[in-house]
């Protein structure tokens, strides 16, 4: 609880903070000539210079502390004091890593709040600038640290709690998503859904406490879905009619004092206190050998180098192994092959209670719609083409290759790509909605992890291969007749093919064969048969 007053805090402070800024916005424009706008401010200031000026010049500035916040800022943070708050209420209730964990969630949320307060005042940057990337260094890094927490303690037995939260916690990673953000909520819900309902299972009958835990951790992704689609419907809105530079209010967030203007006036309130301190870092099992003084790289060297120097005699502290405890000599000692431990070695200790070592720490790979776009490139190295990161581009990308050209393909989406001339092979992966037309192949075309997939080959094509193909059409002209066709864990494939003796200048429609996806397979005297499985009807 007294992390939630703290966070709680600091969000009431970041919103007094920023009513200061805006008072001390019109006074950094305070001059004669801004004065003289008023009309009679000049005049009577100089009837009576000692007096207080009118109370038409404080006026902006009572207003602007009297404005209210956005509704969709207000809005949101009734979502975090109601649904998160009580989640992280609960998580406090269990204890533990799972407390620790809720408290980065929590603060997940608060690096979202800033952004969004940025939005609201500043226009959109350059999706694949720095500064873009600058806005959502803190919420990546609270996302990370959520992830971070499970990988840690994989051997905890609330591993299965940790795993929901760190699945589902890319939900908000939605402000990047365009133009259908509460979708991808939605769709973020099923990951975490997979370990929560494992909880849900586990705990329906001896905790009830971990079943409320669940619900409420469901509920932060209902409401959060429910808030996008009532502020943020076709994406992350931003301030591009009236905003000023993302750079300009991320400095105001940072340093609200950094100005002289920002200075509080005789009478005004008193500065605010600066932010907590981080925390202390985590101490380790080896906390003792690493505060040791460390020497120099140079004088390690040259102890290395004076041991070595020493010829035989580098060996005359070794201690001499007894012919009892010989495992070569005494087959019981290899049989029983247990090593003893020292007691005074703190950390065989340490490893002996902790159990199961976590695997190392890492970062967490960032979500695809996160990631810094790279340039989209088609070029040719040795004999290889190397098409890649197009996106929806106006034109279709031509490429000349010769016979012992191949091209290879990645990440591609809603692209059209023809060859010209016969190559080699061609490999696709990662490449939804792509259309390929190619005119001849030595080998084949190879399709892995590639949605709505087509293909138009115009002359031969001996093979073709695909792996985990959801959807795809392929038209076979009237040389392509003899392809082989290999697929795995595929569906919805349709075969264009035409008819027996046609030609591709006869005019004749193709005829749509669709590979089969259903297989029966019985036992018959010890053996295994399948067939496919034909729908008559």
Request: glycine share 8%; hydrophobic share 35%; with cysteine.
């Given at each position: 609880m007294p992390g939630i007053l703290l966070i709680n805090l600091m969000n009431r402070l970041e919103a007094a903070t920023s009513r200061l800024e805006d008072m001390a916005q019109p006074s950094q424009g305070d001059s004669p000539t801004s004065h003289s706008t008023n009309g009679a401010a000049p005049h009577a200031s100089a009837k009576a210079p000692g007096q207080l000026p009118a109370a038409s010049s404080v006026a902006p500035a009572t207003?602007?502390?009297?404005?209210?916040?956005?509704?969709?800022?207000?809005?949101?943070?009734?979502?975090?004091?109601?649904?998160?708050?009580?989640?992280?209420?609960?998580?406090?209730?269990?204890?533990?890593?799972?407390?620790?964990?809720?408290?980065?969630?929590?603060?997940?949320?608060g690096a979202q709040r800033k952004i969004l307060i940025i939005a609201t005042r500043a226009k959109k940057p350059d999706v694949k600038s720095s500064m873009y990337m600058e806005i959502l260094t803190e919420l990546q890094r609270q996302m990370g640290m959520v992830g971070d927490i499970r990988e840690t303690n994989r051997a905890s037995p609330l591993f299965n709690h940790l795993s929901a939260v760190s699945e589902g916690i890319s939900a908000l990673g939605w402000i990047t998503v365009e133009p259908k953000p509460a979708e991808y909520i939605n769709e973020t819900l099923g990951g975490a859904q997979f370990y929560g309902n494992r909880v849900l299972k586990e705990y329906k009958e001896k905790d009830r406490k971990h079943v409320e835990w669940v619900q409420a951790f469901y509920q932060i992704f209902k409401s959060l879905s429910?808030?996008?689609?009532?502020?943020?419907?076709?994406?992350?809105?931003?301030?591009?009619?009236?905003?000023?530079?993302?750079?300009?209010?991320?400095?105001?967030?940072?340093?609200?004092?950094?100005?002289?203007?920002?200075?509080?006036?005789?009478?005004?309130?008193?500065?605010?206190?600066?932010?907590?301190?981080?925390?202390?870092?985590?101490?380790?099992?080896?906390?003792?050998?690493q505060s040791a003084p460390?020497?120099?790289?140079?004088?390690?060297?040259?102890?290395?180098?004076?041991?070595?120097?020493?010829?035989?005699?580098?060996?005359?502290?070794?201690?001499?192994?007894d012919r009892s405890q010989m495992t070569h000599k005494n087959p019981s000692l290899r049989s029983t092959g247990a090593v003893p431990t020292r007691s005074d070695s703190q950390t065989s200790t340490s490893s002996a209670t902790r159990g199961k070592s976590p695997l190392p720490p890492g970062k967490k790979p960032k979500p695809e719609n996160m990631r810094t776009k790279k340039p989209p490139r088609a070029e040719l190295e040795g004999n290889k083409w190397i098409i890649e990161n197009f996106d929806s581009p106006s034109e279709t990308v031509t490429i000349n290759a010769s016979l012992n050209h191949s091209i290879l393909i990645s990440r591609c989406r809603a692209t059209t790509i023809q060859i010209q001339g016969k190559a080699n092979a061609v490999s696709i992966s990662d490449s939804p909605r792509l259309s390929l037309i190619i005119d001849s192949l030595v080998s084949s075309v190879d399709v892995i992890k590639s949605a709505n997939f087509a293909l138009q080959v115009l002359g031969a094509l001996p093979t073709i291969l695909l792996d985990q193909v959801d959807g795809a059409t392929v038209y076979l002209g009237a040389a392509s007749q003899h392809t082989e066709i290999f697929s795995s864990k595929c569906s919805s494939v349709n075969?264009?093919?035409?008819?027996?003796?046609?030609?591709?200048?006869?005019?004749?429609?193709?005829?749509?064969?669709?590979?089969?996806?259903?297989?029966?397979?019985?036992?018959?005297?010890?053996?295994?048969?399948?067939?496919?499985?034909?729908?008559?009807g």
């Open positions: 207003r602007k502390v009297s404005e209210p916040l956005p509704v969709s800022i207000e809005s949101f943070d009734t979502l975090i004091n109601q649904t998160v708050t009580r989640f992280v209420n609960l998580s406090d209730e269990l204890g533990g890593v799972v407390a620790e964990q809720s408290s980065s969630v929590l603060r997940a949320f429910a808030y996008v689609k009532q502020h943020y419907e076709g994406g992350l809105a931003w301030n591009n009619k009236s905003g000023i530079d993302a750079k300009d209010v991320l400095q105001q967030m940072q340093s609200p004092q950094s100005t002289p203007s920002a200075a509080p006036q005789a009478g005004s309130a008193p500065p605010l206190p600066p932010p907590p301190p981080p925390p202390p870092l985590p101490t380790f099992d080896n906390a003792s050998s460390v020497s120099s790289k140079g004088g390690d060297m040259d102890a290395v180098f004076s041991q070595l120097n020493q010829g035989e005699a580098v060996t005359s502290g070794l201690r001499k192994v075969l264009m093919v035409l008819p027996q003796g046609a030609s591709d200048e006869d005019g004749v429609d193709y005829r749509e064969c669709p590979l089969p996806e259903q297989i029966k397979s019985v036992i018959r005297d010890g053996a295994v048969f399948s067939e496919i499985v034909e729908h008559a």
